[in-house]
């Protein structure tokens, strides 16, 4: 399994993509326009005590104001507040917390209103950017994230991630940070820490105490709403948090970029240096690692299933809904329930993809095709946890009920992306939409494959614009010609210049249509079924 992290600079901001294996797992969009990013610590004061909530409302200089509920403040609050205030009233005059006097734990059932006031300046860390109409989610409990290991102020916890399963390596890496850890700040060992030596983590140890450092002197002269200390790009962030030995390649098109990164890599890790590589060519990154179609393709309402089916995806403003539906896949397997659970794996795949790709968060249902046997619904239940198990937000799932819905709910820390895959309709000028054109080719390759294949046709005729024909027609070797070379079926391609851009149609030998794609036609099956179902 290969992973390459391509970065595309534009003058709204870098757009990131992850592709796994050529095909796109995690699209960003870090946008230059906005100073607020998960991890940033600023310095902000209570707008509104909520008491009816247990929450209060606070300025960071946001717009909206943030948001902070009394279970996010840690029960390491008292401490913080006590040694910021220490700093900013200059009694305290060193950032190592060797001679800190702690308080007690924050009461874990207490109320907002006994513990905050109104004007009352605290250090707090956005946990969640601002989504729709929603300020940033904020946090007291304060953490700075390295490579391999997250450093916790005011504790003396070590604590081991959970998927370092390894009783002898989770008790040596203990024995290794207990050795080399600050007093009074507590350690969080990340899974990719696994391995590794001491040296290692010492290093990553000591650039994180030099952010503490830097926070300590920013907070001595900061004024409210100062931002105190700023997480890493987008793109950093992600080499921080991914970069293994599965990384094939980390390309860039901006020289300036290419620099940053290469500065980072080198402190994190200089073995990684021969991936970084700058792009120079004249044909655009995204377009030479065929990203820009994987985007129109990805992220529309309806998303094709590889090997059959296909997903429609809506949103509502209380959860998100995936219909999961067969195509023309349905006559593969040979019975109902096998041809269910073959269509259901593939698109259970497809479904752990999406939510990562889109950053879908809050409650998801997902309705299968049925499947009777509790066998099938728990294998395709087993194949969405087995793709998400390397989803890094957090998640849960509910077991497949009867009726085929699979109930999951899953954290989204950052906006959901929302690439419109619609285009401006070239035959009316702007007054309506077709579906993306790009597709076009797909869908056809697809009808010819399973009329040759499948219903094992022959001497069918296919009808498209005239476009679209010197497309299939044009070249040294042709698609009409490399369609012949894979079937040992010749399929005649005729223009029609009535036909749209994105329609098509196709005849049998005797002349007969067996296959029509056009906006009239789907109209058409639209008005057929609303009539079955009233009848």
Not at 70 to 94: A, C, H, M, P, R
Not at 227 to 250: P, T
Not at 418 to 434: D, F, H, L, N
């Amino acid at each position: 399994m290969s992973n390459e992290l391509i970065i595309n600079s534009t003058q709204e901001g870098e757009r990131i993509a992850l592709l796994q294996d050529k095909r796109l797992l995690e699209y960003h969009f870090d946008r230059n326009d906005t100073n607020y990013s998960v991890g940033d610590i600023f310095l902000g004061t209570v707008k509104k005590v909520m008491p009816g909530l247990n929450a209060a409302f606070i300025d960071i200089g946001y717009q909206k104001d943030a948001f902070l509920h009394y279970g996010d403040l840690g029960e390491n609050f008292l401490s913080l507040n006590k040694w910021v205030k220490g700093v900013q009233s200059q009694k305290i005059t060193v950032g190592p917390l060797k001679t800190f006097q702690f308080e007690g734990p924050l009461d874990k059932v207490g109320k907002v209103a006994d513990t905050l006031k109104k004007g009352q300046q605290l250090l707090v860390q956005i946990v969640k950017e601002p989504i729709s109409t929603k300020g940033p989610r904020l946090s007291t409990d304060i953490s700075m994230a390295g490579r391999y290991l997250v450093l916790v102020p005011f504790s003396n916890v070590i604590s081991v991630s959970k998927k370092i399963v390894s009783r002898t390596e989770r008790d040596r890496l203990k024995r290794l940070i207990q050795s080399i850890k600050p007093d009074n700040f507590g350690v969080i060992i990340r899974t990719v820490a696994e391995g590794r030596e001491v040296a290692e983590l010492d290093k990553d140890m000591q650039s994180m105490i030099d952010n503490w450092e830097q926070l300590f002197q920013t907070l001595r002269k900061a004024k409210p709403n100062d931002k105190i200390l700023g997480e890493l790009g987008r793109s950093s962030s992600m080499l921080r948090d991914m970069l293994n030995e599965s990384f094939d390649s980390i390309i860039v098109d901006s020289p300036a970029l290419h620099d940053e990164m290469r500065g980072y890599l080198q402190k994190i890790a200089p073995d990684k240096l021969g991936l970084l590589k700058l792009h120079t060519g004249k044909v655009k990154v995204f377009e030479q690692h065929n990203i820009e179609k994987q985007l129109k393709t990805l992220f529309g309402k309806t998303v094709s299933v590889p090997g059959g089916g296909y997903l429609v995806i809506e949103h509502t403003e209380a959860l998100h809904v995936i219909d999961v539906n067969s195509g023309n896949k349905s006559n593969q397997e040979g019975d109902q329930e096998a041809t269910a659970l073959m269509i259901n794996m593939l698109a259970a795949k497809e479904v752990a993809r999406q939510l990562r790709l889109r950053d879908m968060g809050g409650i998801i249902v997902v309705d299968f095709i049925d499947m009777k046997s509790p066998e099938s619904r728990k294998k395709v239940e087993d194949a969405v946890r087995d793709v998400m198990k390397h989803d890094k937000a957090r998640f849960t799932i509910l077991p497949i009920t009867k009726f085929g819905l699979l109930q999951i709910t899953r954290q989204r820390v950052r906006p959901a992306e929302a690439i419109v895959t619609g285009e401006v309709c070239p035959t009316c000028g702007g007054t309506g939409k077709i579906s993306a054109s790009i597709l076009v080719t797909d869908e056809i390759d697809n009808s010819i494959d399973d009329l040759l294949l499948t219903q094992n046709q022959s001497g069918i005729t296919l009808y498209v614009h005239p476009f679209l024909h010197a497309y299939y027609t044009k070249g040294l070797v042709s698609r009409q010609m490399k369609w012949y070379l894979k079937y040992y079926k010749w399929v005649k391609v005729m223009k029609d210049t009535s036909l749209g851009l994105t329609d098509y149609r196709i005849e049998d030998e005797h002349g007969e249509d067996i296959e029509l794609h056009s906006a009239a036609a789907a109209m058409s099956r639209m008005q057929d079924r609303e009539v079955e179902i009233t009848d």
